[in-house]
């Protein structure tokens, strides 16, 4: 039984490229979840996904796009990167009970935007 | 908007004491979670704490969520080296999760 998988595990950009992350969720995992964790603080919440819609979204700007697939699988696509978006991107996949769901996360991509 | 403040924000302990680290919340939460991240890897989900009041214990780890769902804590007895890391809480409001900023434990032999 597969857990998260997220790709690629380490990534440098420079100011203003664009990025795809990709994240694929734990079997039989339906909701898929990004986070943003800059170094010594806890994740933050970008948004969540669930089928194939965003249905929460964090503080975070437009520049911060997503997809959900029909397969559940999902990617975070950054825009115009800034030097601050430099950061470990964490997705997290749980399954919709609509009470508390746990969420297993992936090992995360390392950005560097230089 | 909703904050989860996490204290202490560092702890070093020799091995075979005890630590404890407490989580609050600014609003009332539907559940809170607690993550353990080693250095370098990901949050590992540890539990879940859904009903005020509720106590839960695995092995040397007492988890315990307030009366009022607003606050929580971890307990660990007696350290082992292998409880190094970074416990995290996060609160369950509204479908996401808002971390707190961790409390980072080191552990001396």
């Known amino acids: 039984d597969a857990g998260v998988t997220q790709s690629p595990t380490h990534l440098i950009k420079t100011r203003g490229q664009q990025v795809t992350l990709r994240c694929s969720p734990k079997?039989?995992?339906?909701?898929v979840s990004w986070y943003q964790q800059a170094l010594g603080q806890g994740p933050q919440f970008i948004f969540q996904?669930?089928?194939?819609?965003?249905?929460q979204r964090g503080n975070f700007p437009d520049r911060f796009s997503g997809h959900q697939f029909p397969n559940y699988s999902s990617e975070l696509n950054v825009n115009a990167l800034l030097l601050g978006d430099s950061a470990l991107y964490l997705c997290?996949?749980?399954?919709?009970?609509?009470?508390?769901?746990?969420?297993?996360f992936g090992p995360g991509t390392r950005l560097l935007v230089l | 908007g909703q904050q989860v403040m996490q204290i202490p924000q560092y702890q070093h302990v020799q091995e075979g004491e005890d630590f404890t680290t407490y989580c609050n919340s600014s609003?009332?939460?539907?559940?809170i979670q607690w993550y353990k991240q080693r250095p370098g890897g990901h949050p590992v989900f540890l539990i879940q704490?859904?009903?005020?009041?509720e106590v839960k214990k695995q092995k040397r780890l007492t988890f315990q969520f307030g009366e009022a769902k607003k606050n929580s804590s971890l307990h660990i007895t007696a350290t082992q080296t292998t409880d190094v890391g970074t416990y995290f809480c996060?609160?369950?409001?509204?479908?996401?999760?808002?971390f707190g900023k961790g409390t980072k434990l080191s552990v001396k032999p």
């Open positions: 704490l859904v009903k005020s009041g």
């Open positions: 996060a609160g369950g409001s509204q479908g996401n999760l808002i």
């Open positions: 079997s039989g995992h339906d909701t």
């Open positions: 609003t009332t939460l539907s559940n």
């Open positions: 996904y669930y089928e194939e819609e965003e249905r």
């Open positions: 997290a996949s749980s399954l919709r009970t609509g009470v508390g769901e746990t969420q297993y």
